[in-house]
């Protein structure tokens, strides 16, 4: 069974600092492109950053770019999101997902249940 | 940019009757089109790649249609389970966005 499974969320300060982690299981995680998905409360979904199998290539969001990094690591079954810069636009649910690769377009098939990441003084 | 544009925004139906929720894109983002479901408390779940294939162990009441611009999303008889949020999502362009989402309430 494929499982994601987000931690690292919490409160943090405006201007402050955060890495949020997923670990993969019931797949080979080395094998696929993953994503981190945000949703704010009671608000709609945002694709925030993604990475390749290999940590080649990785794409940002414009409003991440500069504060947000995400990396993985394959051999832990991994993958990070370190978050640094936070203002309260970023506070939300960041998802964890693993993509669906269908002729060369990438979909998200399987999502984490989410970790809430709260900015506020 | 792409925007996605998904109407209507709440539809009031019954279990049993036929759901029709369209997502149109300002550009051509051609067959690149996803549809998610969401309900409360819940993770989004894939129903819908390629505009019209449905994901692994999605039911057949289910079906994606649309290409280029404007594409659509029907839920042939609803089941009490399937009143949720239903968002669309263009994997064409940067930077990937989602549609606003279509409630799908109890009537």
């Known amino acids: 069974e494929v499982q994601l499974v987000e931690s690292g969320g919490g409160l943090v300060q405006p201007g402050g600092s955060l890495t949020l982690s997923c670990v993969a299981s019931?797949?080979?995680?080395?094998?696929?492109?993953v994503t981190w998905v945000r949703q704010a409360p009671g608000k709609g979904l945002e694709w925030v950053a993604n990475?390749?199998?290999?940590?080649?290539?990785?794409y940002y969001v414009d409003s991440v770019k500069g504060r947000f990094t995400i990396s993985r690591d394959n051999a832990i079954n991994s993958l990070f999101l370190q978050m640094h810069n936070l203002t309260p636009e970023d506070t939300a649910v960041y998802y964890c997902?693993?993509?669906?690769?269908?002729?060369?377009?990438?979909?998200?098939?399987?999502w984490g249940q989410g970790t809430l990441v709260t900015v506020s003084s | 940019e792409i925007v996605l544009t998904q109407s209507p925004a709440t539809l009031s139906l019954s279990p049993g009757e036929r759901a029709t929720l369209s997502c149109r894109a300002s550009?051509?983002?051609?067959?690149?089109l996803a549809w998610y479901q969401q309900k409360p408390g819940q993770a989004p779940r894939l129903l819908i790649y390629?505009?019209?294939t449905r994901a692994t162990g999605i039911p057949a009441r289910f079906s994606g249609s649309g290409s280029g611009t404007d594409f659509t999303l029907t839920i042939s008889s609803l089941e009490p389970e399937d009143f949720a949020i239903y968002y669309c999502?263009?994997?064409?362009?940067?930077?990937?966005?989602f549609g606003g989402g279509t409630k799908v309430e109890m009537k």
């Open positions: 997902v693993r993509e669906l690769e269908s002729s060369g377009v990438y979909y998200g098939e399987y």
């Open positions: 019931g797949f080979t995680f080395s094998n696929y492109w």
């Open positions: 990475i390749k199998q290999d940590g080649s290539d990785k």
């Open positions: 550009q051509s983002v051609s067959r690149s």
């Open positions: 390629d505009a019209s």
């Open positions: 999502h263009q994997r064409t362009s940067w930077p990937l966005p």
